[in-house]
């Protein structure tokens, strides 16, 4: 058989709801200034950027603006953010940058310190640019 086969280049976002409560959906923070347009359920993102990975190796780390662009969409300023498996820490670093609580579990050792190193240096960036007056933010 072929070892050719189609590069792995999308994923898949699930969003659901308990039957009857009530969701945040920040559709004007996320769609085009432009008024006729309408928020695609495609989102066209590059894969995760070198200057993502300067604490360490996740075979399967995902780009923060994928992250951030859900975490916006979804949620409001001081809610509070879960993720159970939550690998080199991505949805944490932009919960901390938007303003959100976090909660996130990690089986791997590895990858658990990983994720604390990206989150407390994504928390001293959000000290140091509330220090400076948001030169750093
Ligand atoms: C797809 S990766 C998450 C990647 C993450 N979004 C990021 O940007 O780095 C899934 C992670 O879940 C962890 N995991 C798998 N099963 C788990 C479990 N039962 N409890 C906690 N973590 C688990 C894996 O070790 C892996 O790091």
Redesign the pocket.
Known sequence: MSQLAWTHAHESLLWTGKRGSHHTFNYDLINSRNPKAQVSSVWSIPSVPQTEKLYGY?P???PLRL?RRAIVASSREGDLIF?????????GVAAKELGRFFVG????QE?AELAARRIGAAVRGGVLGELSGGENA
């Open positions: 996740h399967t780390q995902k992250v993720d159970p498996f939550c690998g080199s820490g991505t949805t579990v990690e089986k791997e990858y």
